[in-house]
């Protein structure tokens, strides 16, 4: 499905003049008059972004981003601040938005801003994905696999897993080769970037 961007702004007059710029960049747009309208649009699970006001009523740009980050949704934000809104603009990165432009926004800076959500979006999409994907074959371990992993992602030889396992080394190459097999890793760096993965999730 091709991304969607999202436009939150009270003002009727800016709404009408994103939408038809994005239109003309070949972007998908839908526009809000509130946040109350969009949150109740049916927006979770597209893939997008999320543009917004930082000034409005009811529900601000801010209030915004922080319910998204309450509901756990990975749509990127970029804020629009009015002159001198500058330090809420501020308390919005530290949030966890992509950016901040200034009214009146500069065309440019929009769409480069846009692309770089969108990008953002998609890394952290594939990340989040590969974090399921090392979960799903991890809970297929045995115990004492899962064991025999964790020691062989901190970079244990097989001598000293056998000694903090009390097993033998033999077991312990048994052991290892079937996290290998398991974890379908083709080396053990991509064993250990499965491992790091799933912790983050």
């Known amino acids: 499905m091709a991304p969607v961007i999202f436009v939150v ?14 239109e003309a960049s070949g972007f998908l747009a839908e526009t809000f008059a509130s946040a109350g309208s969009f949150l ?5 699970g597209r893939a997008g972004c999320l543009i917004a006001d930082v ?7 801010l209030e915004l981003q922080e319910e998204l980050v309450r ?11 009015g002159h001198g809104d500058v330090p809420l603009a501020v308390r919005a990165m530290k949030a966890g938005a992509i950016d901040f432009l200034e009214k009146p926004v500069d065309d440019g800076l929009l769409i480069d801003s846009i692309r770089r959500a969108l990008d953002a979006a998609a890394s952290t999409a594939s990340a989040s994905a590969e974090a399921e994907e090392a979960l799903s074959r991890i809970a297929a371990l045995t115990d004492r696999e899962r064991q025999v992993m964790d020691l062989m992602a901190a970079g244990r030889p097989n001598k000293i897993i056998a000694y903090e396992l009390d097993i033998s080394p033999r077991t312990v190459e048994i052991h290892r080769a079937r996290v290998m097999e398991k974890m379908r890793a083709k080396s053990l760096a991509e064993l250990v970037r499965m491992v790091v993965a799933a912790r983050e999730r």
């Not at 702004?9 to 994005?22: H, I, K, P």
């Not at 109740?40 to 979770?44: D, K, L, R, V, Y």
């Not at 000034?55 to 740009?61: A, E, K, L, S, V």
Request: hydrophobic share 40%.
């Open 55 to 61: 000034r409005m009523p009811d529900m601000d740009g």
């Open 71 to 81: 509901r756990k949704a990975s749509l990127p934000v970029i804020i629009m601040t």
């Open 9 to 22: 702004d009270d003002d009727s007059d800016v709404r009408e003049s994103m939408r038809a710029l994005l």
């Open 40 to 44: 109740g649009s049916g927006w979770n």
